[in-house]
């Protein structure tokens, strides 16, 4: 019930601190394989989202299948997605989604502990910031930053997208680079990066960007030399 009225009170905002924002996000992912697992089988996961080959993370329908799922729920007519495939019986759209609620809630019991005040979505969804050289140990303790948490999902245009897989791996695609352009005035334009304007691990700049970065600010780029 609590879950529920968290949900119900929500301000749609995908903001790291927010727990209504993660029962959102693991039902949504629970809603869509209740929907097309069973007509689907081994072949959701691709449909959901999941990568067809080791070289890609997410698949081309990552995304489309939520839109075919919202349009289901929101349709009130026969549709051959909701019928049981093995008896035929119809599957009502608020039993589904109740049911992908009551999942997502085990899921998150599973990974978060029993505190629901403690399920924000910055510790579903994260932000890991890892250089090549970094993916041999112990380098990444050097080289990588992260990962934070952050908001946002695909959907958003603060964009956060990670692979439709609980528990959710860090993002892997992000609005990386920000830039705010004041045609009438170049001097007042802002960037920002998640890193630094160095590449240089020992640098003061190697990663002083991305406290701004995370916090959605930026740092003045005048185009005068002077």
Not at 16 to 24: E, F, G, Q, R, T
Not at 198 to 212: M, N, R
Request: proline fraction near 8%; hydrophobic fraction near 40%; glycine fraction near 10%.
């Amino acid at each position: 019930r609590r879950a529920l009225d968290l949900v119900k009170r929500w301000n749609f905002r995908l903001e790291p601190d927010s727990v209504a924002a993660s029962l959102y996000q693991v039902s949504r992912l629970r809603a869509l394989h209740l929907v097309f697992e069973p007509h689907l089988g081994d072949l959701a996961g691709h449909y959901i989202g999941l990568g067809l080959t080791s070289i890609g993370d997410v698949s081309p329908y990552h995304g489309r299948s939520f839109v075919r799922l919202l349009d289901l729920l929101d349709g009130d007519g026969d549709d051959a997605w909701l019928r049981d495939p093995a008896g035929g019986s119809m599957r009502s759209r608020q039993s589904l989604v109740g049911q992908a609620l009551r999942e997502a809630i085990t899921l998150l019991q599973q990974e978060l502990g029993p505190d629901m005040a403690r399920w924000q979505w910055g510790r579903l969804n994260k932000v890991h910031f890892a250089h090549p050289v970094g993916s041999v140990k112990p380098l990444n303790l050097i080289f990588n930053r992260g990962p934070y948490p952050v908001g946002g999902d695909q959907d958003t245009l603060l964009r956060a997208r990670g692979v439709p897989r609980f528990p959710f791996p860090p993002a892997s695609v992000v609005a990386a680079l920000r830039f705010i352009a004041d045609v009438s005035d170049w001097e007042k334009c802002r960037i920002v990066i998640p890193g630094g304007q160095s590449g240089h691990v020992a640098s003061s700049h190697y990663a002083d960007l991305i406290p701004l970065w995370l916090e959605g600010r930026y740092q003045p780029m005048p185009f005068a030399r002077s």
